[in-house]
């Protein structure tokens, strides 16, 4: 995929993500690794419906501001995931409404907060981790999501929403949006008594 493709394709998702309520105002940001080993990133401030080919920021894995707007202070967990998980080729963070509604619970199974009980979140995902609370932009996020980058896809942040990778910008779309759909049912289900997959089921799915 081009750089000019990947801008459309960002600005086209994010669009699309707006639309359908899964990123309001100015909250979320995304990325992908371009061919070339520079990030292209949701400028900060921006809003996910209304982004703008030519003004994406682009940055090195280093850090680095290269060009478009200024990115937004959360690329530094962005840059975390792709220097510490070579399979990641995108990330998308939101503060959709059921991850968030879930990230800001009690008690949650930190290790994996979504205990299975669909194949979809396993097949497509894996086990969710839930990172502590820090302030938006705080580097002990980064710190956090490095250490667990080498081994999972997508994370909760606490009180805050989710992060998910990908091996490209739609497929970590697409289990963003994977991760909602089964938050939602969570809440849907609320106190009535589930039936989780079995440890024989969930292993089944895994290979």
């Not at 900060?44 to 680095?64: D, K, W």
């Not at 759909?181 to 292993?203: C, M, S």
């Amino acid at each position: 995929m081009t750089e000019q493709q990947a801008r459309q394709e960002m600005v086209q998702l994010g669009a699309s993500l707006f639309q359908r309520g899964y990123a309001t105002g100015s909250a979320g940001n995304l990325s992908v690794l371009l061919e070339d080993g520079r990030l292209l990133a949701t400028p900060t401030g921006s809003c996910l419906g209304e982004l703008q080919a030519e003004n994406l920021s682009t940055v090195t894995l280093q850090g680095e501001w290269l060009a478009g707007d200024k990115p937004s202070k959360e690329i530094a967990f962005h840059r975390a995931l792709y220097l510490n998980n070579p399979t990641c080729k995108a990330v998308v963070h939101l503060h959709s409404h059921y991850l968030t509604a879930l990230s800001c619970l009690q008690d949650l199974d930190t290790n994996n907060c979504i205990k299975p009980f669909t194949p979809y979140v396993v097949m497509r995902v894996g086990d969710v981790p839930v990172v502590p609370y820090y302030r938006p932009g705080d580097v002990r996020l980064a710190e956090d999501l490095a250490v667990l980058a080498p081994r999972y896809r997508g994370f909760l942040l606490a009180n805050h929403g989710s992060v998910v990778v990908g091996g490209s910008l739609r497929e970590a779309a697409d289990n963003t949006e994977e991760l909602e759909e089964t938050a939602r049912l969570i809440f849907t289900l609320g106190d009535r008594p589930v039936r989780y997959l079995t440890d024989g089921e969930v292993a089944e799915l895994r290979s």
